[in-house]
């Protein structure tokens, strides 16, 4: 067997590739939390009793999110395949279906919103606050197909590696959420005040300003010609979406998994009064917000591992794959110096309780610990999902977040009287586990396309001398 020997240059030149991709994607990222922010702050203002019905329909609102990102995860990988593979000509016949995935996904996330009183009384929302949040959920149900066709335009625009269109459209929502917020909550411009659901509406607003604002680009920029993406009508071709839906159900399946668990720490310690419910937002919001680095970076992960699954440059699957690692973990070292450094300042930004202040700061330094467990297991998900490899990491992450995190977290915060914690504890815990098994599985998914394929995948690689043909998309294995 003959021993890897990493290229600099190439190395170098990876590095470079993923940094470009990812950096718009992180500004994505941070205009999508901007966009919570901006909620929070303008239904602050109104009323105490407006601000916790926005948090409570947002919570409620990201699931819907995390299922339309999820299942149109499938659209990066598929596309940057094709891209790899001198297949341009075959994306549009794909994007086509995608986009009748997500217009059916977003009839079905507005039916869902619409009808998700019965949710409320379960996760204990109080009665006065039922009708505010079901007003918020009504209004921005509206603006659910949007968000879907959204993110499959995003799908296409990062799978061919043109991912500065996220980044400008997201931060262009963003600037106009604070206007038709302000307008639509405090009543301006001839309209009544309508508090909650006015944020809703003006949410729905921004989304399908985003989806035409984005589309219109897509339609005249030059960098999408001789795609076909809107060259003839199809119906739905079931056998494709079906396609999409095997990569995309696993990879929707994992987000929500990871969502509902901290979902199901929040409740968790909001049986420990008001105090240490304040704190574990402070720490989660804080951690939230540095999340969205290796978060973007995934994503461009799975651009440079999927374009080089199409190439068949099984080298290149493996620099793609390990150079991203390896950034995120430098990424991820900062934000645990930043919070292992300065976490009672980072606290006190948000309050001026002390007791709040001292424990978010203990909070804070739980989540330095699990920062870089937590980028080695998003960056690792993300190569996996280049090679369109999502139905194991479907299992680990179920295993990892809710068959260890989330009772170790229990056991320490309820049972060994750590409080919260414990269930930061049982984070960290849930965390590693994924890490551990995702790096793994990458690791070994990786090496095992070389001695499978052989060497003639690397004869295959379009900048080898004696090439003579290029690789079919996916022709890579990936054992389930």
Same mark, same amino acid.
């Not at 309050?351 to 424990?359: F, H, I, P, S």
């Not at 590693?432 to 793994?440: E, G, Q, T, Y």
């Given at each position: 067997?003959?021993?890897? +020997? @990493?290229?600099?240059?190439?190395?170098?030149?990876?590095?470079?590739?993923?940094?470009?991709?990812?950096?718009?994607?992180?500004?994505?990222?941070?205009?999508?939390?901007?966009?919570?922010?901006?909620?929070?702050?303008?239904?602050?203002?109104?009323?105490?009793?407006?601000?916790?019905?926005?948090?409570?329909?947002?919570?409620?609102?990201?699931?819907?999110?995390?299922?339309?990102?999820?299942? !149109?995860?499938?659209?990066?990988?598929?596309?940057?395949?094709?891209?790899?593979?001198?297949?341009?000509?075959?994306?549009?016949?794909?994007?086509?279906?995608?986009?009748?995935?997500?217009?059916?996904?977003?009839?079905?996330?507005?039916?869902?919103?619409?009808?998700?009183?019965?949710?409320?009384?379960?996760?204990?929302?109080?009665?006065?606050?039922?009708?505010?949040?079901?007003?918020?959920?009504?209004?921005?149900?509206?603006?659910?197909?949007?968000?879907?066709?959204?993110?499959?335009?995003?799908?296409?625009?990062?799978?061919?590696?043109?991912?500065?269109?996220?980044?400008?459209?997201?931060?262009?929502?963003?600037?106009?959420?604070?206007?038709?917020?302000?307008?639509?909550?405090?009543?301006?411009?001839?309209?009544? @005040?309508?508090?909650?659901?006015?944020?809703?509406?003006?949410?729905?607003?921004?989304?399908?300003?985003?989806?035409?604002?984005?589309?219109?680009?897509?339609?005249?920029?030059?960098?999408?010609?001789?795609?076909?993406?809107?060259? +003839?009508?199809?119906?739905?071709?079931?056998?494709?979406?079906?396609?999409?839906?095997?990569?995309?159900? @696993?990879?929707?399946?994992? #987000?929500?998994?990871?969502?509902?668990?901290?979902?199901?720490?929040?409740?968790?310690?909001?049986?420990?009064?008001?105090?240490?419910?304040?704190?574990?937002?402070?720490?989660?919001?804080?951690?939230? #917000?540095?999340? !969205?680095?290796?978060?973007?970076?995934?994503?461009?992960?799975?651009?440079?591992?999927?374009?080089?699954?199409?190439?068949?440059?099984?080298?290149?699957?493996?620099?793609?794959?390990?150079?991203?690692?390896?950034?995120?973990?430098?990424?991820?070292?900062?934000?645990?110096?930043?919070?292992?450094?300065?976490?009672?300042?980072?606290?006190?930004?948000?309050?001026?309780?002390?007791?709040?202040?001292?424990?978010?700061?203990?909070?804070?330094?739980?989540?330095?610990?699990?920062?870089?467990?937590?980028?080695?297991?998003?960056?690792?998900?993300?190569?996996?999902?280049?090679?369109?490899?999502?139905?194991?990491?479907?299992?680990?992450?179920?295993?990892?977040?809710?068959?260890?995190?989330?009772?170790?977290?229990?056991?320490?915060?309820?049972?060994?009287?750590?409080?919260?914690?414990? !269930?930061? !504890?049982?984070?960290?815990?849930?965390?590693?586990?994924?890490?551990?098994?995702?790096?793994? +599985?990458?690791?070994?998914?990786?090496?095992?396309?070389?001695?499978?394929? %052989?060497?003639?995948?690397?004869?295959?690689? @379009?900048?080898?001398?004696?090439?003579?043909?290029?690789?079919?998309? %996916?022709?890579?294995?990936?054992?389930?």
């Amino acid at each position: 067997m003959k021993a890897f +020997r @990493p290229d600099r240059a190439r190395m170098a030149h990876e590095l470079a590739a993923t940094v470009r991709l990812a950096l718009p994607l992180v500004l994505a990222q941070l205009a999508a939390i901007g966009s919570n922010v901006i909620d929070a702050l303008l239904s602050g203002h109104f009323s105490t009793h407006v601000l916790g019905a926005v948090a409570v329909g947002t919570n409620v609102w990201s699931l819907a999110i995390v299922t339309g990102i999820g299942l !149109m995860m499938a659209l990066p990988p598929s596309v940057a395949q094709l891209d790899g593979a001198g297949q341009r000509h075959a994306i549009g016949a794909v994007f086509r279906q995608a986009l009748w995935l997500a217009l059916i996904t977003g009839v079905v996330l507005w039916f869902a919103a619409r009808h998700a009183s019965p949710l409320f009384a379960w996760i204990g929302v109080t009665p006065d606050l039922r009708q505010d949040v079901d007003a918020f959920l009504h209004a921005i149900s509206w603006g659910a197909p949007a968000l879907t066709c959204y993110f499959a335009l995003r799908g296409l625009s990062e799978g061919l590696s043109l991912t500065r269109p996220s980044m400008f459209f997201s931060l262009g929502g963003l600037m106009l959420l604070v206007p038709l917020g302000y307008v639509f909550m405090y009543g301006k411009l001839g309209l009544p @005040p309508q508090g909650a659901r006015g944020c809703g509406l003006a949410t729905a607003l921004v989304l399908w300003l985003e989806l035409a604002a984005f589309a219109t680009y897509v339609l005249r920029h030059r960098n999408y010609r001789g795609l076909g993406l809107l060259d +003839r009508f199809e119906w739905p071709a079931w056998r494709r979406i079906g396609d999409l839906l095997h990569v995309g159900v @696993p990879m929707a399946v994992s #987000l929500l998994a990871e969502a509902g668990l901290f979902v199901a720490v929040a409740l968790g310690i909001s049986r420990l009064g008001d105090d240490v419910v304040a704190s574990h937002q402070v720490a989660i919001n804080v951690a939230s #917000l540095f999340f !969205m680095v290796p978060l973007g970076l995934a994503m461009a992960i799975t651009v440079r591992v999927g374009n080089a699954v199409g190439r068949g440059d099984a080298r290149g699957v493996r620099y793609a794959g390990f150079c991203g690692i390896g950034l995120s973990l430098v990424t991820q070292l900062l934000s645990a110096v930043v919070m292992f450094g300065l976490p009672h300042q980072i606290a006190s930004l948000y309050t001026e309780q002390a007791n709040v202040v001292d424990l978010a700061a203990q909070l804070l330094l739980l989540a330095g610990v699990f920062q870089f467990s937590d980028g080695i297991q998003v960056a690792s998900n993300g190569a996996l999902r280049g090679l369109k490899d999502t139905r194991v990491p479907m299992a680990i992450t179920l295993f990892a977040y809710w068959g260890v995190g989330m009772p170790v977290g229990w056991w320490l915060a309820f049972h060994r009287g750590l409080g919260a914690r414990g !269930m930061w !504890m049982g984070l960290i815990a849930g965390l590693s586990v994924s890490a551990v098994m995702l790096f793994v +599985r990458f690791w070994r998914s990786a090496w095992r396309q070389r001695w499978a394929t %052989g060497a003639a995948l690397d004869h295959a690689r @379009p900048d080898h001398p004696h090439m003579t043909a290029p690789v079919q998309a %996916g022709t890579l294995p990936i054992d389930p």
